[in-house]
């Protein structure tokens, strides 16, 4: 993320500032340079305001920005080796962390997810209490809803990115469903658990896996948003809160933190 200061706008302004540049930076082009000040980019956004440098042609603007867009979207579905080696992809406009806990296994269970926009956390939600759950389950649960948050964000032209640290889920998903379903959702050797759900988060990922990237994560790494999403969990069987819904108290990430781990 890059906050907008004079030394960007020294070298992302040369003469006349373009229509496209003050959608950028999300002002207009009245004051635009005392407005711009302070106002917080991602570094995509910061890159491509700085590509559009002099660029006073519309439709070279627009050209632009379409050859952009299509190399963020290459780095996104195609990381280089170095990146692969340590799990560092490109971000989009909207991360989604996604958990499921039970305790015991199976017993109560429930889902978390963490939203960050612009890598700052942004909302928590919690939910899905079952009073005799599994892991897998509240894992499935958690994925689909993080689906759904990602699709209204997809539709308002952001680039979404979902952590989950379930390769289970994220498996049941992106591999096994496909086979599954040309087999009339069946496989061998006995029923597939959870199908309900899976059925519902592989339909829903058909829908939006274009412009949505599925990640897998290793769970209590170090990351922010899993360890929230975690605690979420616990939150939600904590509170029995059977309905999805967003975390409304003050978000004291310290506070969060402390609270019971899954």
Known sequence: MQIVSEALL????EGKISESQLILLGVEEEKWREKALGVELSDARAELF???????????????IANYKAIQKFRKEEPTIIEKEVGVVQEGDV???????????????????????????SELWYGLYEVMGTNNTAELGALYE??????????????VTIKCDSMYAINC????????????????????????????????YNEIKKDVNLLHIKAHAGFEGNELADRMTMYAIEEKSEAFV????????DAILKMRAG
């Open 95 to 121: 991360t989604i962390y996604c958990d499921g806990g039970c305790t015991p296994n199976p017993g109560k269970s429930g889902s978390g997810v963490a939203v960050y926009r612009n890598e700052v956390l």
């Open 50 to 64: 700085v590509l559009l440098n002099g660029v006073e042609d519309k439709a070279l603007q627009e050209k632009i």
């Open 146 to 159: 993080s689906l759904c948050i990602a699709q209204k964000e997809a539709q308002n032209g952001n680039e």
């Open 10 to 13: 020294k070298i992302g302004v």
């Open 246 to 253: 967003r975390y409304t108290k003050e978000i004291d990430v």
């Open 173 to 204: 998903i992106k591999t096994w469903a496909i086979s599954w379903e040309k087999k009339g959702w069946t496989k061998k050797g006995g029923e597939i658990k959870n199908l309900d759900i899976i059925k519902k988060a592989y339909a829903l």
